[in-house]
């Protein structure tokens, strides 16, 4: 491979284009980075092609009848574009998918079990960990998934990619549908995990949420990184305080703003290019 890589990058999405059947492209030459530790949050308005990136990561596109048509995905220095989903999911990629798709009618401990993808001999350890992060599972380990509330599934499916032992996790949309008080509740929990070793990589509409817990942000635009830099200067920026962060709306129908829309891609923008150019900077995930 001529990619030239890089040690502190734990995932290293290099150039990746995507297209559901001939007609749609929903990813065209996307770079994304995340280190060894680091929590990175990808922002994005409907359509933008966020859970399609992690789809990519998590090779699961196929399913959906789309398929890269560019570029690699690296983790861990290995290349694994080619791998299939589970291997994947074996080398320590592991996603929480959104809508919590949990098995409605398997019980809570059950649903946790499936999540541990054959790795049969293993003692009770894992379970143990879950039920000390989310209490509240441990409590209804017997009752069926489908009867808990929307924040207990939330839990359950989070618990479930726990129980593949992650060494990178992608979170689509853990706020979705949720009330206030649960994403705080999930907040804290995330950062537990993350303190506990596990580097996080979060797809969000909910902008305030994702910079809350990002050490680094991009902003995905109609299928192209249309910003990127550390989530703190990201929260600052007037652009996202504008379009994501709740202040005044500046978007174009498809709800997204455009690369090239407005003043341009600014500082950010640039920053985002000249890191995908050469070896990480030290402010990168
Ligand atoms: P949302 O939060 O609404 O899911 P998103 O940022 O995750 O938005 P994607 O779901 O990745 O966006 O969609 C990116 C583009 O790809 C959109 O134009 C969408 O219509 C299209 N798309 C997504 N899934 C499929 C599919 N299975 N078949 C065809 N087109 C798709």
Same mark, same amino acid.
């Given at each position: 491979m ?5 040690g502190?990058r734990?995932?290293?999405?290099r ?5 559901y059947?001939?007609?749609?492209t ?13 929590i ?6 409907n359509?933008?092609?966020k859970?399609?990136?992690?789809r990519?990561?998590?090779g699961v596109l196929?399913?959906?009848?789309g398929r890269m048509t ?6 861990d220095?290995a290349?694994v574009?080619g791998?299939?989903?589970?291997? !994947? ?7 929480v /998918?959104?809508?919590?798709?949990i ?7 059950e649903?946790? !079990?499936v999540?541990?993808?054959g790795?049969? =001999?293993k003692r ?8 000390g992060?989310? /209490?509240?599972?441990?409590?209804r380990r ?6 808990l509330?929307?924040?207990e ?5 989070i618990?479930r990619?726990l129980?593949?032992?992650?060494r ?5 949309e ?6 206030p008080?649960?994403?705080? !509740?999930?907040?804290d929990l995330l950062?537990? *995990?993350?303190?506990?070793?596990t580097a996080?990589? *979060?797809v969000?509409?909910?902008a305030?949420v ?8 991009y902003?995905?635009a109609? =299928?192209?990184?249309?910003?990127a830099?550390?989530a ?5 920026d007037d652009r996202v305080r504008?379009l994501y ?5 500046e978007q174009d129908?498809?709800?997204?703003p455009? /690369? ?11 920053e ?10 030290g402010?990168a /995930?």
């Amino acid at each position: 491979m001529t990619e030239v890589r890089s040690g502190d990058r734990l995932l290293s999405v290099r150039h990746v284009a995507v297209r559901y059947g001939d007609a749609v492209t929903a990813l065209r030459d996307v770079s994304v980075d995340v280190r060894p530790g680091g929590i990175v949050a990808v922002l994005g308005s409907n359509g933008a092609g966020k859970s399609t990136l992690l789809r990519a990561i998590s090779g699961v596109l196929a399913r959906q009848a789309g398929r890269m048509t560019g570029g690699e995905i690296w983790f861990d220095d290995a290349r694994v574009d080619g791998l299939g989903a589970e291997r !994947r999911v074996k080398s320590g990629i592991v996603q929480v /998918p959104e809508g919590r798709r949990i098995f409605q009618r398997l019980t809570v401990e059950e649903n946790l !079990r499936v999540g541990r993808y054959g790795r049969k =001999g293993k003692r009770d350890g894992d379970l143990d960990r879950v039920y000390g992060l989310f /209490p509240v599972l441990g409590e209804r380990r017997g009752r069926t998934a489908g009867l808990l509330s929307g924040g207990e599934q939330q839990m359950l499916a989070i618990g479930r990619a726990l129980m593949a032992e992650p060494r990178l996790l992608l979170l689509d949309e853990p706020s979705l549908g949720l009330a206030p008080k649960i994403i705080d !509740r999930i907040v804290d929990l995330l950062r537990e *995990i993350h303190r506990q070793g596990t580097a996080m990589l *979060i797809v969000e509409q909910n902008a305030a949420v994702a910079l809350e817990l990002a050490d680094y942000a991009y902003v995905l635009a109609v =299928g192209e990184v249309a910003m990127a830099g550390p989530a703190a200067r990201l929260r600052g920026d007037d652009r996202v305080r504008r379009l994501y962060l709740g202040g005044e709306a500046e978007q174009d129908p498809g709800g997204a703003p455009r /690369p090239e829309a407005g003043a341009g891609p600014g500082e950010v923008y640039a920053e985002h290019t000249a890191s995908n150019a050469g070896p990480m900077r030290g402010d990168a /995930p």
